[in-house]
């Protein structure tokens, strides 16, 4: 029997078979043949015995030694290993995260949400900003700034909710009421910022109302531009240009009917041509038309209201029910549908979140 081995030696063989083995299976063979029961580095030990007292403590100490380092050499080999099955793996499994959500799982964008959106998107292009109000006003927001004297009847055709007053407020601005319309942002706007100003408004608004074309709470798209030159032509040319984009036609008749607005002046209520036949609606040149906002130039008193000079600033304003446009461009014949919350109306009136615009 062979009295001393050369470890060095057995150290290189060992290390190289390691090395050799490619995935972990085979790593796991290697390791039971070099330090399995039967294994290289195991047969080796069992020759210390035969071994003279001198060479034995030697040889033990040496192979011990070895031991640690090929266990320690298996062990980085099993992590190197286990990293590249790893990276294999990240890099050829991809989730899928385009896969749609289960038909009848899918959610509906509401007629209100995608009017809005298409109405915000045709004003962005035309360089309006978007401007917000709360839906808790006052009175001075609501009617005073907006040229409403006080008692006078059109503050009773707005059927307004009053809450109760702020007891830490003063005066008009103590009398709390849900917004009656999108005009209390006319104020804010002008109030906040410097003219040139170009600004549109969406959201709701409050009358105690309720039958086929009304209900309590509805919503309402304002614009207002202020700058110094601005004339009615400028809201003609508007008007149009957004109501042919809405109604996605070339031509489109369009009418100014004299109309009254405390807070414009002039005032008009504007209709958009259209053609009724058998019970239907069809937009465009026809010969009927079909009253779909109210505008006019901002009335001096207002500007004035809001700190500015009337002499110096002018310009227009519009109001249009977002509902209504809704309806006109959807073909939905009930205002009160809007917001009865029943499924099968959304899944059939609304858009997908996805595929939309
Ligand atoms: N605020 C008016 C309404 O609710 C609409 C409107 C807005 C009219 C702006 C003129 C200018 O009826």
Same mark, same amino acid.
């Given at each position: 029997?062979?009295?001393?081995?050369?470890?060095?030696?057995?150290?290189?063989?060992?290390?190289?078979?390691?090395?050799?083995?490619?995935?972990?299976?085979?790593?796991?063979?290697?390791?039971?043949?070099?330090?399995?029961?039967?294994?290289?580095?195991?047969?080796?030990?069992?020759?210390?015995?035969?071994?003279?007292?001198?060479?034995?403590?030697?040889?033990?100490?040496?192979?011990?030694?070895?031991?640690? *380092?090929?266990?320690?050499?298996?062990?980085?080999?099993?992590?190197?290993?286990?990293?590249?099955?790893? $990276?294999?793996?990240?890099?050829?499994?991809?989730?899928?995260?385009?896969?749609?959500?289960?038909?009848?799982?899918?959610?509906?964008?509401?007629?209100?949400?995608?009017?809005?959106?298409?109405?915000?998107?045709i004003f962005a292009e035309m360089g309006f900003?978007?401007?917000?109000?709360?839906?808790?006003? *006052?009175?001075?927001?609501?009617?005073?700034?907006?040229?409403?004297?006080?008692?006078? +009847?059109?503050?009773?055709?707005?059927?307004?909710?009053?809450?109760?007053?702020?007891?830490?407020?003063?005066?008009?601005?103590?009398?709390? !009421?849900?917004?009656?319309?999108?005009?209390?942002?006319?104020?804010?706007?002008?109030?906040?910022?410097?003219?040139?100003?170009?600004?549109?408004?969406?959201?709701?608004?409050?009358?105690?109302?309720?039958?086929?074309?009304?209900?309590?709470?509805?919503?309402?798209?304002?614009?207002?531009?202020?700058?110094?030159?601005?004339?009615?032509?400028?809201?003609?040319?508007?008007?149009?240009?957004?109501?042919?984009?809405?109604?996605?036609?070339?031509? !489109?008749?369009?009418?100014?009917? +004299?109309?009254?607005?405390?807070?414009?002046?002039?005032?008009?209520?504007?209709d958009i041509g259209c053609s009724r036949k058998?019970?239907?609606?069809?937009?465009?040149?026809?010969?009927?038309?079909?009253?779909?906002?109210?505008?006019?130039?901002?009335?001096?008193?207002?500007? $004035?209201?809001?700190?500015?000079?009337?002499?110096?600033?002018?310009?227009?304003?519009?109001?249009?029910? &977002?509902?209504?446009?809704?309806?006109?461009?959807?073909? &939905?014949?009930?205002?009160?549908?809007?917001?009865?919350?029943?499924?099968?109306? &959304?899944?059939?009136?609304?858009?997908?979140?996805?595929?939309? !615009?």
């Open positions: 029997m062979s009295t001393s081995v050369n470890v060095a030696e057995l150290k290189n063989e060992l290390t190289e078979l390691i090395e050799a083995a490619n995935d972990l299976e085979s790593l796991e063979e290697t390791r039971v043949k070099v330090l399995g029961k039967k294994g290289r580095l195991t047969d080796v030990m069992k020759t210390l015995g035969g071994m003279d007292p001198e060479t034995r403590k030697e040889m033990g100490q040496a192979l011990n030694v070895l031991k640690n *380092d090929i266990t320690e050499t298996l062990e980085q080999r099993t992590k190197r290993l286990k990293d590249e099955a790893l $990276k294999a793996r990240l890099e050829n499994e991809k989730a899928d995260i385009t896969l749609s959500t289960r038909p009848e799982r899918q959610g509906h964008l509401h007629p209100i949400t995608q009017t809005m959106d298409e109405i915000a998107a900003t978007l401007e917000e109000g709360p839906d808790i006003e *006052d009175d001075f927001h609501n009617f005073t700034a907006l040229n409403f004297p006080q008692g006078h +009847p059109a503050r009773e055709m707005h059927d307004t909710f009053y809450l109760p007053d702020d007891p830490t407020a003063e005066g008009e601005a103590a009398k709390k !009421l849900l917004r009656t319309h999108t005009s209390t942002v006319q104020i804010r706007s002008m109030l906040k910022r410097k003219p040139p100003l170009k600004v549109l408004a969406m959201g709701r608004t409050y009358r105690s109302d309720y039958d086929m074309t009304h209900t309590p709470m509805f919503h309402q798209c304002e614009g207002l531009v202020i700058d110094k030159n601005t004339h009615m032509g400028h809201l003609k040319g508007c008007l149009l240009e957004f109501a042919k984009k809405f109604f996605e036609v070339d031509e !489109l008749p369009m009418q100014f009917r +004299p109309s009254f607005f405390p807070f414009t002046e002039p005032s008009a209520e504007v058998d019970g239907g609606l069809t937009i465009g040149a026809g010969d009927s038309w079909l009253e779909v906002l109210g505008c006019g130039m901002v009335h001096p008193n207002v500007i $004035k209201n809001c700190g500015l000079d009337p002499d110096e600033y002018q310009g227009f304003a519009f109001g249009l029910g &977002i509902e209504r446009l809704a309806m006109l461009k959807f073909g &939905i014949p009930d205002l009160r549908t809007f917001f009865e919350g029943d499924v099968r109306w &959304i899944d059939h009136y609304g858009f997908n979140p996805v595929e939309r !615009l």
